[in-house]
């Protein structure tokens, strides 16, 4: 169930392992809907949760991790959540996960952790999304390569990056990062029923918390 609020009212209940989804107004955003047929165009990672001890004042806003192209930078990068809804032209939602999910979490959080500092400031990857967007060779025995992205880790896309922390927090199992896109991160059955949106006009996420993660981008 999808309700609208404002970042500030629930922010006290985001916690590490939400995803904050984005639906984007730029070229690249157009073509990222059209071909997923979603409204989600991005997906990152929250890492902290607001009461978390940190020094300065400028800290006491979530941080997220994603991967993606910013003010000049491109890469795996940390973010504030306000800052990015702030500065956004487009939509925003709160993904949060659910009780078993959160456990997994909590039992993996040393991995999960540590492979997500592992990652800052690797390269950006635009043309993987193409592929994960575009499935339409994948099963094929000769032409699959055109279409389907084996997994890989020297470079990310955002909902790939989101795909492989999953992985490592044990909420999903044999997952292929690589062939995820932002459209199937918000459809996977890993959130809580109800969801958030944070800024635009109200816009359901179709298939939102319908799709089975297990294996999911995998041939065969």
Same mark, same amino acid.
Request: net charge neutral; glycine share 8%; aromatic share 12%.
């Given at each position: ?106 039992? #993996?959080?040393? *991995?999960?952790?540590?492979? %997500? ?7 950006? +990857? $635009?043309? &993987? ?37 999953? #992985?490592?927090? *044990?909420?999903?199992?044999? %997952? ?7 459209? +199937? $991160?918000? &459809? ?33």
């Amino acid at each position: 169930m999808l309700t609208q609020q404002a970042y500030y009212d629930i922010k006290h209940l985001i916690a590490p392992g939400d995803i904050i989804a984005f639906g984007g107004t730029s070229l690249f955003s157009r073509w990222t809907k059209l071909t997923t047929r979603s409204v989600v165009t991005h997906t990152a990672l929250v890492i902290d949760s607001p009461d978390d001890n940190r020094s300065t004042s400028a800290a006491q806003d979530l941080t997220m991790i994603e991967a993606t192209s910013i003010k000049g930078k491109k890469g795996v990068m940390h973010n504030y959540v306000e800052e990015r809804i702030k500065h956004y032209r487009g939509d925003v939602w709160w993904l949060p996960l659910h009780n078993e999910a959160k456990q997994q979490l909590q039992n #993996n959080w040393h *991995g999960f952790h540590d492979f %997500l500092a592992g990652e800052l400031g690797k390269d950006y +990857d $635009i043309w &993987q999304l193409f592929g994960a967007a575009i499935d339409v060779f994948d099963d094929h025995r000769w032409f699959n390569w055109l279409t389907y992205n084996r997994k890989k880790s020297n470079r990310w896309f955002c909902s790939e990056l989101v795909a492989e922390g999953l #992985n490592q927090a *044990g909420i999903a199992n044999e %997952l292929n990062p690589s062939e995820t896109t932002p459209k +199937d $991160i918000c &459809q996977f059955t890993i959130y809580a029923p109800e969801y958030v949106q944070l800024k635009g006009r109200k816009k359901p996420i179709t298939g939102f918390n319908t799709l089975d993660p297990h294996r999911w981008g995998n041939l065969g």
